[in-house]
């Protein structure tokens, strides 16, 4: 089983504060997804990655950027933190190209006040 | 746009019963489908999936159908058991878009005794 963590698993933070989330995969796939949770609108794709360095935006990317300097590690921040970002934030990871059994991670719970 | 859609927030079903789990789209580039399932402060979790050249696929109490003239599919439990109370997520890709995913809105399934 593919190892996946994200971390915090919650956090609160002031709106106008950055934000980084952390999501570390032990199994060097290569593909990784941020998707956000929300009441009403499911899992909407923020942004992935298909490879070090590589880097795309997804459907709600408005906000965030992402950065994957090593192949474990794919980050979310948010420059500037609003009370619109306050989600669920989840991490993905895919083993291959039309592999779409995602592995998931446990959630970051963000709240901004 | 909800290229995605679930209908139905929630449903509920006896135990020893059989569950049905609606999802239409609107995307016909779309040609790989899933049904993901999610317990409270869990990720989701990859239940079964079904190629555009199929209409059917089963696994165990799981199956799932596709119609492509309607553009619906739907997740079939039989019988349903109190651990499947759960939300379910559908959710949709198409071939060469880096294995991203669309998720419709999700069902929330309860199993009652």
């Known amino acids: 089983d593919a190892g996946i963590t994200q971390s915090p698993r919650h956090k609160v933070t002031e709106t106008g504060t950055p934000v980084t989330l952390r999501c570390h995969q032990t199994e060097n796939h290569r593909y990784m997804y941020w998707y956000r949770q929300d009441p009403g609108h499911g899992l909407r794709l923020i942004h992935y990655s298909y490879g070090v360095k590589d880097t795309d935006k997804g459907e709600v990317s408005d906000g965030y950027s992402v950065s994957r300097s090593k192949t474990e590690d794919f980050l979310l921040t948010l420059e500037s933190a609003t009370s619109s970002q306050t989600s669920v934030y989840f991490c993905a990871i895919s083993v291959r190209q039309g592999d779409y059994g995602y592995t998931f991670g446990s959630g970051t719970r963000l709240t901004v006040v | 746009d909800q290229q995605v859609k679930q209908n139905s927030p929630s449903l509920s079903v006896q135990e020893g019963r059989i569950s049905i789990l609606n999802c239409d789209y609107t995307?016909?580039?779309?040609?790989?489908f899933l049904w993901y399932k999610k317990y409270p402060a869990e990720g989701p979790t990859f239940l079964i999936s079904i190629s555009s050249i199929k209409d059917k696929n089963e696994d165990g109490r799981f199956t799932v159908f596709l119609n492509k003239s309607a553009k619906h599919l739907s997740l079939h439990i039989v019988p349903s058991q109190p651990g499947d109370s759960a939300v379910y997520f559908c959710a949709a890709s198409a071939t060469g878009t880096a294995s991203k995913l669309t998720f419709g809105t999700g069902t929330r399934l309860q199993v009652t005794l």
């Open positions: 995307n016909s580039m779309f040609d790989y």
